[in-house]
Nanobody, 121 residues
Framework: QAQLVESGGGLVQAGGSLRLSCAAS????????MGWYRQAPGKQRELVAS???????NYADSVKGRFTISRDNAKNTVYLQMNSLKPEDTAVYYC???????????????WGQGTQVTVSS
């Protein structure tokens, strides 16, 4: 199974910026899609942004124009640049990766432990 380690969360004022990182490690042959999800208290986990190995991206309407997802395939790392943050962006942000692992050659889907993002008004 792949392990995902996130970093970069924290406390920021409204209008500020944060950059999240998520590095995948383990017996990985390839990673297809990587993405960021978030879960606010009392709400369901929702997709924030995703990116394929070819660089195609998808964003939630609520973050379009403010957040940018990118990845470094050589480092098995995905980033989320968050600008113009709003209090409603406050949540635990989770990294997700789906791909193929080595020996055995089977698909995997892994989650990170989550990183807290708090935006104060």
């Amino acid at each position: 199974q792949a392990q995902l380690v996130e970093s970069g969360g924290g406390l920021v004022q409204a209008g500020g910026s944060l950059r999240l990182s998520c590095a995948a490690s383990g017996s990985i042959f390839s990673i297809n899609a990587m993405g960021w999800y978030r879960q606010a208290p009392g709400k369901q986990r929702e997709l924030v942004a995703s990116i394929t190995s070819g660089g195609s991206t998808n964003y939630a309407d609520s973050v379009k124009g403010r957040f940018t997802i990118s990845r470094d395939n050589a480092k098995n790392t995905v980033y989320l640049q968050m600008n113009s943050l709003k209090p409603e962006d406050t949540a635990v942000y989770y990294c997700n990766a789906e791909g193929i692992r080595r020996n055995p050659w089977t698909p995997f889907a892994s989650w990170g432990q989550g990183t807290q993002v708090t935006v104060s008004s």
